[in-house]
């Protein structure tokens, strides 16, 4: 009855248990991601993750050269946005991670799930030039990408493995199995045609593709050849309760033909996003990074923020941290944050009047020592401003609050992050491209089954 219930909840699962040892890694990562949800969500009742958190620990490309912020490599991939994003997350890891622990050990397998999520962060970066400058500033959290290298690396482990895929059709749930082989590669060609469609909305789907490339390449480097050899003498006698055969007794060693041609056809199109990348010549936009600490009304708040030059006004709009999205719109509505006619000056500005916040004019008072770099962006100011709140179209109230602040930026050359990380990038994808063609035989635990794609599911009876 247990068994049947796993299969009901498309949990891929076997019929001997003898093998199976406790999967303390992914466990462990498991564990270590619910307990820091928790801590960055119990603000928002648990439903989301604070905006704080985002702001502190999010991934942003356009910070790739500063050494002081490659922290957020790692801190992106502890945190989620919300309830629905960690529990399918953690559901995919704990699928397809029992079974890639148990062939390559726990600390190779800590190592190929961390260095996914540091490749996933370059791909992303690399490919942010087809959603444009803004994409080098929005921050990126999840561990989609160092999850999608444990997929990548099942790929090549377990090709011949099925799945129970369940599916609801006009409230009638059908389950059938299909082949690991054939549903790892369907997402991974939905992350690469989403993300050149530019389909993917807010989800990083080339972190995804890079994550899945990372766990590829990564394999030979992680895998030990005689822990692989003790796994095969080991299936002639038993097998691991999460992995099930179909009925067809003929298998291949490796990736099917099939497969492979279709894997080999998605690394050639990340191959030339890559290249392209490489050249320099994707992205010749520049990105402001602002750090700023300021006190509104006594309390004292630190935040950062990235710009786009082309796209600045948009961008205030969407900053999370409300205190912060105020001074500078008020800044750059007087004309204070961003002016190119204040290139290369610098002095006391002075600033009394009304600026247009949506509908609303906005009685403001600035006073400003300050610097503006050569695009009139500023780069280093201190002073004073005192304006109204303005809350869908009204005054929130008649009280004046007042802001004492510091800011500095930088300005982060997007088409030398782009090159660079590009570079990484056609260089994992050249790797992987080689084990899925040279090397999967040697890697490969379970072969693909090269007949049938999928199998219908017959429900266990007791």
């Not at 989301?48 to 502190?56: H, K, N, Q, R, T």
């Not at 609801?168 to 690991?180: D, E, N």
């Not at 990083?204 to 692989?228: D, M, Q, S, T, Y």
């Amino acid at each position: 009855m247990a068994d049947a219930f796993k299969r009901t909840l498309g949990i891929p699962v076997g019929d001997l248990s003898q093998f199976r040892k406790r999967p303390v890694a992914t466990l462990a990562i498991i564990a270590v991601n619910i307990a820091i949800y928790a801590i960055t969500s119990y603000e928002n009742f648990f439903l989301e993750v604070s905006d704080y958190w985002v702001s502190a620990g999010g991934f942003v490309p356009a910070l790739t050269p500063m050494p002081a912020q490659w922290y957020r490599v790692f801190s992106s991939m502890f945190l989620h946005a919300d309830f629905f994003h960690i529990l399918f997350n953690m559901y995919f890891l704990y699928i397809f991670g029992r079974a890639v622990e148990e062939a390559l050990g726990r600390w190779r397998f800590l190592a190929l799930y961390m260095v996914s999520g540091v490749v996933a962060s370059i791909f992303h970066t690399a490919f942010s030039f087809l959603g444009g400058a803004t994409a080098y500033v929005i921050p990126a959290i999840g561990a989609s990408g160092a999850i999608s290298g444990v997929l990548g690396a099942y790929l090549i482990l377990f090709p011949g493995t099925s799945l129970v895929m369940g599916w609801g059709f006009l409230f009638f749930p059908i389950f059938f199995r299909m082949k690991a082989a054939y549903y790892l590669i369907f997402w991974f060609a939905t992350q690469v045609i989403y993300g050149y469609a530019r389909l993917g909305g807010s989800t990083a789907v080339f972190a995804h593709a890079g994550g899945f490339i990372a766990g590829i390449a990564l394999l030979p480097l992680v895998a030990n050849k005689e822990r692989l050899i003790q796994f095969r003498l080991a299936r002639q006698a038993t097998f691991p309760t999460y992995v099930v055969f179909t009925p067809t007794p003929t298998k291949t060693s490796g990736l099917g033909t099939t497969t492979k041609a279709i894997v080999a056809v998605l690394l050639a199109a990340l191959l030339l996003g890559a290249a392209y990348a490489s050249t320099g010549l994707a992205s010749q936009d520049n990105a402001k990074w602002v750090t700023m600490q300021y006190t509104c009304e006594g309390t004292a708040y630190t935040d950062s923020v990235g710009f786009s030059l082309s796209n600045i006004k948009s961008e205030l709009d969407s900053i999370s941290l409300y205190t912060t999205r105020v001074m500078l719109k008020r800044l750059y509505e007087a004309r204070l944050l961003y002016n190119p006619s204040k290139a290369n000056s610098e002095g006391f500005f002075n600033f009394t009047g009304r600026v247009q916040i949506g509908n609303v004019e906005v009685p403001t008072a600035i006073i400003i020592n300050a610097q503006y770099d050569s695009d009139g962006f500023l780069k280093y100011g201190n002073g004073n401003l005192i304006t109204f709140i303005v809350y869908d179209g009204r005054y929130l109230g008649n009280i004046p609050v007042s802001y004492n602040f510091e800011i500095a930026s930088q300005t982060m050359n997007l088409a030398y992050i782009t090159q660079c990380t590009g570079i990484v990038s056609l260089m994992a994808t050249v790797v992987a491209l080689s084990v899925t063609l040279k090397k999967d035989r040697d890697l490969a635990l379970i072969g693909e089954e090269p007949r049938r794609v999928w199998h219908p599911f017959t429900p266990i009876a007791q």
